[in-house]
């Protein structure tokens, strides 16, 4: 079993639809990372999360530190949303768990 | 620089060549790691530097792989004797201090291939 579990691992919307992403881990974390990466690009750091709820533009991410889970939604989603996204876990001075990430291809 | 500036982005190699790939991480950050993400999988933990203490080496898959980081800012990381499962992008991404409550900043990648 992964450390870091997401699911699902494609998804494909319409443009405007709300999307949910989510994300299960087993480790003990001090943060969790949400990563974006668009074809052959870099990846770039959406949100870091240690508890509660951030919002950015259009994405807000949840974390819910007794059940382990996290959640980044997208609200009234655009083609240029399509990404690969990624949840990583991890603890204070170690290492990080990433998941394999949730393909993401919003039709205009 | 502004950013995590990898090199090169690109790198294509016959197997059983050795090569190194580098990183500047943003000044001041004293946390440096090196990920791979081979095609199709999810990023894979490398190695991991903090400050002058002695690098977390426990990702690296084999020892053909060895990094260093020198006087606590650039990182080279080095593949001896390529194979053609070493064919990745590797990412590197500094932080200003071990992941607790401040965000990663990853460079683009480098893309390695095997031939």
């Known amino acids: 079993k992964n450390e870091v579990e997401q699911s699902p691992q494609n998804l494909t919307a319409q443009e405007g639809e709300f999307i949910t992403i989510n994300c299960s881990y087993s480790?003990?974390?001090?943060?969790l990372h949400w990563l974006q990466q668009h074809p052959g690009g870099g990846i770039v750091s959406l949100f870091m999360l240690s508890s509660g709820k951030k919002k950015h533009g259009r994405l807000i991410a949840t974390i819910n530190i007794q059940e382990k889970h996290s959640s980044l939604h997208i609200t009234a989603s655009h083609p240029r949303d399509s990404a690969v996204y990624i949840c990583a876990a991890g603890e204070s001075g170690n290492q990080f768990y990433f998941g394999t990430g949730t393909s993401l291809t919003v039709i205009p | 620089g502004a950013g995590v500036s990898q090199s090169p982005s690109n790198k294509v190699t016959e197997k059983g060549k050795d090569v190194e790939l580098r990183c500047d991480p943003i000044s001041g950050h004293t946390a440096l790691y090196w990920y791979r993400q081979s095609l199709g999988q999810g990023l894979e933990f490398l190695i991991y530097f903090q400050g002058n203490s002695a690098p977390d080496k426990s990702g690296l898959p084999s020892d053909r792989f060895s990094a260093e980081r020198t006087g606590g800012s650039v990182s080279t990381l080095t593949i001896q004797r390529t194979q053609q499962e070493d064919s990745a992008v590797y990412l590197c991404?500094?932080?200003?201090?071990?992941?607790?409550?401040?965000?990663?900043?990853f460079g683009s990648g480098t893309r390695l291939t095997v031939v």
């Open positions: 480790v003990g974390i001090s943060a």
């Open positions: 991404a500094s932080s200003p201090w071990t992941g607790t409550n401040y965000g990663y900043t």
